[in-house]
């Protein structure tokens, strides 16, 4: 499918996208949940500055993104783990 031309709103300012159709919705939820954590952060914090809010709503998404990735790669090791002693266990098995 084709690109579409879109205007995103991000702490009163405008930025002129081009998304394919698919990611249209995913961007504008993006930028909705964006602009909710810096009201919330303009609503609790001393802060007005648009750039710091927008530098502590970025470190936050980042955070999140490196626990998940963290808790991913953990995981992978876990079942790699478990692989590897069903694996082992099998291998007993079927050798006797």
Do not use: C
């Not at 709503?57 to 995981?75: G, W």
């Amino acid at each position: 499918m084709g690109e579409i031309s879109i205007k995103i709103t991000i702490a009163d300012r405008i930025y002129p996208l081009k998304v394919s159709m698919e990611e249209e919705e995913i961007v504008r939820r993006a930028a909705k949940i964006i602009n909710e954590r810096i009201k919330d952060y303009q609503e609790n914090y001393a802060v007005r500055d648009k750039q710091d809010l927008l530098s502590m709503a970025v470190l936050h998404y980042a955070t999140a993104v490196l626990k998940a990735e963290h808790k991913v790669q953990q995981q992978d090791t876990t079942v790699a783990d478990k692989v590897e002693e069903l694996d082992s266990l099998l291998s007993g098995f079927f050798s006797k």
